[in-house]
């Protein structure tokens, strides 16, 4: 599986048309995989508290995926992941609102927003994912790692 690594600055992360493992850097990273079984990799370590939800501006979007394939549901050959990394035990994700912080279901479906949650920083930070088909994420979609 190829890897595609960020640097210190915001990037444009694009992955091929196989497997790939994007990762990013500090920084506002853009994800694009594009087809295959991609892994989206957000470590604790690249985030930035000054944009987190706990910044008193309602948080900005740390990482943006454009492209997740198989939120919610079990798409062969196009099943994206997402890795994250360095949270601490006990962190979570959950849905924060459809693009433009737009709660309402009849919003864009595919421009979604998550919090992230880590017990090591006591703070939350917010990701945008596109998702492809319009589910949110659910268990098996993401994973966290320590």
Request: aromatic content about 14%; hydrophobic content about 30%.
């Amino acid at each position: 599986m190829p890897t595609f690594t960020g640097t210190s600055g915001s990037d444009h992360i694009g992955g091929s048309s196989g497997n790939d493992a994007l990762v990013g850097g500090k920084g506002v990273d853009y994800f694009y995989g594009g087809a295959g079984n991609d892994a989206f990799v957000i470590r604790l370590s690249d985030m930035d508290s000054s944009l987190n939800a706990n910044s008193g501006l309602g948080g900005k979007a740390q990482d943006v995926i454009y492209d997740f394939h198989g939120a919610g549901v079990y798409e062969a050959g196009n099943n994206d992941f997402l890795y994250l990394q360095g949270f601490g035990a006990g962190s979570t994700i959950s849905f924060a609102g459809y693009g433009y912080n737009d709660t309402n279901p009849n919003g864009d479906v595919h421009a979604q927003f998550y919090s992230i949650y880590s017990t090591t920083t006591q703070q939350s930070y917010i990701i945008s994912l596109g998702s492809v088909n319009g589910n949110q994420l659910i268990i098996g979609d993401y994973n966290f790692y320590n």
